[in-house]
């Protein structure tokens, strides 16, 4: 295989979250979401001992001090093409312990600084399918994102779905949708599955609205870059030491409007992720004989891919 496209690897990546779907699946349900965490990074953290690439983690566990593995400026790999990887070993820690649909465990990859090294803060979002690229405004009102998306697609405001994280602060803008005639489906954990959906045929979602991680931003943006679809963003610090801590990272305009291409500046990315629950990746594992049945999803080159792989029990 040729060394010079990160999209080219898809499969290798797919092996990786494969390998930390594994790990988390006897968790599922047993009400720790640490332990399910904690599983899930072990798996993902052997996994990329074998992977054929050099590649930096720029959004993974936290800090150095803070993360015993998948550390941010932490390298793995066996040796190749250099990369950057943004993890999320489980999104939906608190939906695997509690056995709710929406875990997956999900990386992205792109060539060597591509991808924005976004603190652990928050972000406010909005996200659209490819009919909406270039038509949606951060700082624009959410009336008028939702009316240009709806011009975008030929549909009517009532015949759209929002996702939104069920959050306090969120409370206006569900309001507003819902004035508009949008269907707002709440989530109780997990925003990066339902941006990828936006921009898959049959998704069910049409738009994702609100404030959550950063980093679980730039993961799914790759996802939209890859689809054509539209993202845009804006950094969201709650305190003077995050807003210090930005700034000295981004400089005096940190917390300005972001487009697609400054969280994922080329085309070249991958996304990948493995279903622990029903997600959107596919269903969740399936027990058969003496195995189970995997659901992935990968996306590289414009491309989606669904797929199903068969474990052997003693890879459980």
């Known amino acids: 295989m040729s060394e ?95 056995a709710q649909g929406g875990a997956m465990t999900v990386l992205s990859a792109g060539p060597a600084g591509s991808l924005l090294h976004a603190p652990d803060i928050y972000m406010e979002k909005i996200c659209a399918g490819p009919a909406a690229a270039g038509k949606l405004r951060i700082d624009a009102p959410l009336k008028e994102n939702v009316l240009a998306l709806a011009r975008a697609l030929g549909r009517k405001p009532s015949e759209l779905t929002a996702a939104v994280l069920d959050r306090s602060r969120h409370v206006s803008a569900i309001e507003d949708l819902r004035k508009l005639g949008v269907s707002v489906r709440l989530l109780s954990a997990g925003d990066v599955g339902p941006a990828v959906a936006t921009c898959l045929p049959g998704g069910g979602v049409d738009l994702v609205v609100g404030t959550g991680g950063a980093p679980e931003g730039v993961i799914a943006a790759c996802a939209v870059r890859a689809l054509g679809g539209a993202f845009c963003a804006r950094m969201r610090p709650e305190s003077d030491e995050e807003r210090g801590r930005l700034r000295e990272m981004f400089g005096e305009d940190a917390e300005r409007a972001l487009q697609l291409e400054d969280i994922v500046r080329s085309e070249d990315v991958v996304f990948a992720a493995t279903s622990v629950t029903d997600s959107a990746a596919g269903p969740g594992p399936r027990r058969q004989g003496g195995g189970v049945w995997l659901s992935s999803l990968a996306i590289a080159g414009g491309r989606v891919r669904f797929v199903r792989r068969f474990a052997a029990l003693e890879e459980v």
């Open 4 to 98: 010079g496209k990160v999209g080219e690897h898809w499969a290798d990546f797919l092996l990786v979250t494969e390998e930390a779907a594994l790990a988390a699946i006897p968790q599922i349900g047993r009400g720790d979401k640490n332990a399910a965490d904690q599983a899930a990074v072990d798996g993902m953290h052997h996994a990329f001992k074998h992977l054929p690439l050099s590649a930096r983690v720029v959004i993974g566990e936290g800090e150095m001090d803070e993360a015993p593995m998948l550390f941010i400026g932490e390298e793995l790999g066996r040796g190749g093409l250099r990369c950057d990887i943004a993890v999320d070993p489980l999104e939906g820690t608190g939906l695997t312990a509690a």
